[in-house]
Each structure stands twice: as structure tokens, then as C-alpha cells.
């Protein structure tokens, strides 16, 4: 048989209204097993192993095609092999080390361990093409962004796009996404994009929009959430890999006053030494004068940018990347509004790219997509694509950048997320920290906020932009941006000048001016600057694994320890990466910071003392401190202090070990700008710290470039233990 042929073979009857049980095998594309339902209406039951821990179950009018993999999926040409139980009777069929039965009415797939522990149970309404699943005992997050609790389970839930929502000024823009995933250990992704979850009861629904009777339904299992979140990775996409100067500082910029100003407000931050790496600025419609003449504009605005080419050299000679802010075509909610097939040809998207080529060649580095909210979910993931394959078709070499205001399943492929228009308060800082790890636990880990709130209120005072600051430093983007967008800057709370205020919700007297007199801001985020930019080596490496595992960077503190019932519905601190944990202050006025750490020890990143873990703790706390800890045996790779990332510098790296437990981490470098990486133009390095021996093992990846030559500076915190090494071929070994 060659590939891309199917053979179906009969096993044998079943009984009992199945007109037969077959086994299909597609050899070098897929292996599925199909059952006709003899119900009326005569459904086609088809499973396919799409991978070892991913099944997909679809349903369909007999003699009718299957639904195809449908928006954000990707194509999947393999698969394991289902087979059938020897005693046809039972209507089981093994799926690796999962056995799997299918019964008629109603119509549903069990998916169970040998034992007969039940993992999942999938079930079609064959009346109303609802799809019904098993919720466990176990938390259930994702659903994509901007809703208002952790663990969904209790309530039913929209899949509504955009801003229009009751929740968004603390919970940010919704952008849905049919996808579940359960601490119980396993992950559930609805192949439709418009309906409701009602989580309400022991037994979930999913009840869609479109009336149809063809559905695919993906169930991903795992014995860790790192499985599961990497096989929905395989099933809508592994993140992008995006420029390194995307990890930075990104300073957004409203109303434009001149070109003097635009020049001036650049220079500052290289006067002031603070690190920052991209300048954006707004369009000309949400503020009176932005970068061009109006919304859907694509023509400079020649009372601030008289000059565009010279002015976009100049800002790079001072090593500043540049974004711009656009809307959609037509008016503010755009005019492509394509649904179904249609939303999938280039036709509208291509031609609308063209509009972009005479401003990208002026110097442009990246792209701010706003609006869109009223597009079709099939414009809007088209639109995203957008901004990933039109640079590219510019600058092939450039790994593009796109800020998102929305998007679906696959976004990940091509761009980063914020979460839209949310108020300048305390609840909706709160409200960021649950938002960014439920994102990230549905694929999309590119994300960040406006640091300090979108619309100012009473609320916004030098100690909330100030905690929020300290927030978007351990998050993957990190950007100011807001209304009265001169407190956005650094040194904002200290210039006497808040900028233009738009709108009045705040009154006349807001901010009092001894706010506007506070210098200590400006202090403190330098401090959070210059941590950031000495993180970049462990940042990217981070961001690396992310772009290899589907694994976020924000993660929630269950990932890390999934046997830890205490830190399961822990929303309000995180993990950053492997090494770091992360508890922003969220209140006003606070003095102390209740933590839960898990298991283990830990170390308190600035008071450099061992904490013990599997408990809540509380942490003193000023206005310069956001606690942060780090994993015992954690390796945390530290550069010097950089103004903008790809500053050069001679000082060697520093490894900077945390004793107290075995460990390590993976250092991973390349040009940070280029996709050479894929040619073996990287370096990986992995650090494993045995802690008994006090012995560090550095093993070169031997897949990418050599290390010979490279010298690192070694530490242990708690200790005077230091040393300088020169690594020599694949491993090097050094004992502290």
C-alpha cells in the first residue's frame, strides 16, 4: 500500500444498532477508528490519534465529508495507530496505554486508564450538536483572556470577543478560546470558535452557535500540565521565537506635541540611563495629533514626523526600535469583516499589506494592530498572520514583532497579546496577574498590560504606577502606555506634567501636585530597569524553552508542583520561568505581602536568605520591594547593566547559583534577531549544579556553536565561593 491510500477492514459486528465497527489505517497520514451510530440521523464516529497524547473525535452526517481541522489548528499528517481490543464485543480500543470505549446512546467516547480510572468521557448531543465532557473534582482554567475568575468552574461562559464586555475595565479585552485545561490531567480544545461553556454542573457542555452536526472535538492527556500544554503547542502552534530587543523596555507615546518633543523624549532616556529599546507611538484619532493624519492612515503626521526617514535614523543611531499604531481599514471596527472560507484566502489581507510598504520603508521595526474587536474570528487570526508573513516579505531575515489587540487559538505563531483598555486601579493590577498566567495556559504566552492602567482614575498615584512597574518588569512584555501618558514615563511623576488629560473622569484637581513632585518613582524604576536588563540571559533562555515546549513564561505556581494542593488556586503570584517566583504587591499602602512558596527551599532574591517552602509567609515590604524568590538549585544566568539590549559590553557572564537543592537551567544565546538559529547558528549550554559536591557541570549543546575560549564568572549566593572558568570543548566541571 502506498501513502496517502486508506483501507478499511471489518473487525466485526457490535450489535445493537452499530451497523459496524471498523478500523481505518492511513498509512503516513493518520490512523483513525470510525463507527456508525445507526442512530437516527445516522451520525459517522471517527477517532484519530493525532498523537501520543492527543485524540482527535469528530462526528459527522454519514456519507457526509469529515470536519476538517478547522481555525487555529494545524494540519497533523501522523499518528499512532488504534487497536482493537482481540474480543470485538467490548467496542474497546487501545490508544497507547489508554484504553477506549465507544457506546451509542447517547453516543459518547470513554478514555480511561488500564485500572479503570476514568480520564475523560466525551459526549454529542445528537439532537442539539452539543458537546459534553467530564469536569472531575480537579480547578479548570483557560477560555482564553479577560475573565473574571481563576478556576471556571461554577459559571458559564460566552465566547465573546472584544471590548464590549462588563468586565473589562478590570479583567481587560475577552478574547475566547474553546480550550480547557484541568489539574486532573487533561486538556480539552472544542473545534468551534462561537457558543457558550456552561461549567455549571458535575458534567460540562459546550453548546455552539452554528447549527451543525459536524464536530471535532481534541482531548490531550498527561500525567504532568507541561504535557498537556505542549501538546495543545503541537496542536495550535509552538510560540514564535521573537526578537530579543522585544524583551526589553517599550516606551509608548500619545499625543505628539512636535518633533522636538518626539526627539527629546528619546534622549532622555539615554541621558537618564535608563534602559529602553523601543519607542511606539499612537495614531492620530484616539489622540489629537499621534504618528499620522488620522485612523487607517498610513501618511505621517508633518507636525511631529516632518521628517520620518531622518527622524527614524536618528532614533536607531541612538539604538531605539520604532512601532506604530494602526487600525484596520475603513473605519474604526474595519471593513474586512470575512467569515468562513472566505476569511481564509489572501485576497483582502495581501492587498491591505501594500498600504504598509511606503511607512515600513521609512524604518519602521514593528507593528501596534489595535481595534478589530468587530472583525470575524477568521479576519482576525488572518489579521495576525498579517503582521508575522508582510514583514517578512520585506525584511526575510528580521524576526517581526506585532503588539495584538486580538486574535485566537495560533495567534502565538505570529505575535504577542495585550489586554486592552483597563483602568488605572488597584483591582484591575490584581485582575493582570490572574489574566497573564490564564493566557499563557492557553497557548499565547507573548503578553503584558499598560503599565499603569489604561484610563486614569483617582486611583492612579505614584505608588500604584509604581507597583504596576514593578509587575510588567517580570512579565514577557513590558510596556508603559496610557491616557495622561506623561506619568508613563520613568520620571513622569516627577516633572510637574501629567501630559494632555483625555477624558474627565478624574476631575479638575487630579493629580494634586505634590504627586507630580516625587522623585522616588523615577529611582525605583531604574532599579526594576536595570534587574530586568541583567535577567535578558536568563530572560531569553526562558523564552527559548517556551518557543521549544509550549510551556509559558508566566506560569501558575500547580505547574511547577502539580501534587501541591495549596498553591492549585494561588492567582496572585507566579512563576517566572523555571528559576523565579513573583508576588507583585496588589494593594495600597501595603507593609507586609503574604507568599505562598512550595515545597522546597527557596532563596529571597534581594535579602539573599534561604526561606523554607511548602507554606505561606509573610514579607516585609516597602515601596522599592516586590517580593521575589528563587528555586533553591536554581542556575540563574546574569549580564551587566545594558541601555538597550544589544549594547555591547565586556564583562563576562555571571552564573549566579542558589544553593540548597540539585538543579540547573539551560542557557540558550543566539543573534537575537535572525531565524539562523534554525541553521545551527545558537549556542545551549546546559548548567547542572550537583549541590553535595558543590560541583557546577557545564555541557555545550554540540548542535549548535562552540563555547571553546568563553569565559563565565561563577557565584554562590550565600557563601564568598567565586570563580572565573574558561569552558574547553563539550563539558567543563568546576567545583566551588
Partial sequence: MTPEVSRRSVIGGIGSGFAALLLTRRVAVASTFTALTGLPGQLDLNLTSLAENTLRISIAPVNAWQPKEELGVLPHPGGAL????????????????????????????????????????????????????????????????????????????????????????????????????????????????????????????????????????????????????????????????????????????????????????????????????????????????????????????????????????????????????????????????????????????????????????????????????????????????????????????????????????????????????????????????????????????????????????????????????????????????GRAWKLRLPWGWDSGDPGPLEGSRWGANWPPQDELHDEQVERICREYLNLRYRLLPYLYSSVAQTHETGVPLMRPLWLGDPGDSQALLRDDEYLFGDSFLVAPVLVAAARQRKVYLPSGQWWDLWREQAVQGGAEISRDVDLRTMPIYVKAGAVVPLGPVKQYVAEPVEEPLCLRIYPGADGGFTLYEDDGESFRYREGEFLRIRCQWEDARRTLTLRVDPKGRAADGRKMRLEIVGARASAMVTLRGLVTEVRL
Wanted: net charge negative; charged share 20%.
Fill in 82 to 481: 488504534l487497536q482493537h481490543q482481540a474480543d470485538a464485543a467490548t467496542k474497546d480500543l487501545v490508544w497507547g496505554k489508554y484504553r477506549i470505549t465507544v457506546e451509542e446512546n447517547p453516543l459518547r467516547v470513554t478514555v480511561a486508564e488500564p485500572g479503570g480510572r476514568l480520564r475523560q468521557r466525551i459526549q454529542f448531543d445528537t439532537d442539539s450538536t452539543a458537546v459534553r465532557f467530564e469536569i472531575g473534582d480537579a480547578p479548570v482554567f483557560g477560555l482564553g483572556e479577560g475573565l473574571p475568575r481563576f478556576d471556571l468552574r461554577g459559571a458559564r461562559y460566552e465566547m465573546r470577543n472584544g471590548e464590549g464586555t462588563p468586565h473589562l475595565a478590570t479583567e481587560g479585552a475577552r478574547l475566547p478560546i474553546p480550550w480547557l485545561i484541568s489539574a486532573g490531567g487533561w486538556g480539552l480544545f472544542i473545534g468551534q470558535p462561537s457558543g457558550f461553556f456552561d461549567l455549571t454542573q458535575t458534567q460540562g457542555a459546550f453548546k455552539p452557535v452554528e447549527a451543525t452536526s459536524s464536530r471535532n472535538v481534541y482531548l490531550i492527556l498527561g500525567d504532568t500540565p507541561a504535557e498537556i500544554l505542549r501538546g495543545y503547542a503541537e496542536l495550535t502552534g509552538l510560540p514564535h521565537l521573537p526578537p530579543l530587543w522585544s524583551l526589553g523596555y517599550q516606551q509608548s507615546h500619545r499625543t505628539l506635541a512636535s518633533r522636538e518633543e518626539v526627539m527629546r523624549e528619546a534622549q532622555r532616556f539615554r541621558e537618564k540611563k535608563l534602559p529602553c529599546d523601543a519607542l511606539i507611538y499612537l495614531g492620530t484619532g484616539f489622540c489629537p495629533s499621534g504618528w499620522n493624519t488620522g485612523h487607517g492612515s498610513f501618511t505621517y503626521n508633518a507636525e511631529v514626523f516632518p521628517d520620518p526617514k531622518e527622524m527614524l535614523d536618528e532614533l536607531h543611531g541612538e539604538h531605539f526600535k520604532v512601532v506604530l499604531h494602526v487600525v484596520p481599514p475603513g473605519d474604526l471596527h474595519g471593513t474586512i469583516h470575512d467569515s468562513g472560507a472566505e476569511a481564509r484566502t489572501p485576497g483582502d489581507a495581501v492587498s491591505y499589506w501594500q498600504q504598509h510598504l511606503a511607512v515600513e520603508a521609512t524604518g519602521v521595526d514593528g507593528w501596534w494592530p489595535d481595534e478589530g474587536d468587530d472583525l470575524s474570528v477568521y479576519a482576525r487570526l488572518q489579521r495576525n498572520q498579517l503582521y508575522w508573513d508582510g514583514p517578512l516579505q520585506v525584511h526575510p531575515e528580521r524576526r517581526p514583532f506585532a503588539l495584538n489587540r486580538n486574535g485566537y487559538a495560533g495567534l502565538q505563531r505570529y505575535g504577542w497579546l495585550w489586554s486592552g483598555d483597563i483602568d488605572s486601579t488597584w483591582s484591575a493590577l490584581r485582575a493582570q496577574v490572574r489574566n497573564g498566567i490564564q493566557v499563557g495556559l492557553c497557548g499565547i504566552p507573548w503578553w503584558g498590560t499598560d503599565t499603569g492602567g489604561f484610563s486614569p482614575t483617582l486611583e492612579l498615584t505614584p505608588e500604584l504606577y509604581v507597583r504596576w512597574f514593578q509587575f510588567s518588569a517580570f512579565c514577557p512584555l513590558f510596556r508603559s502606555h
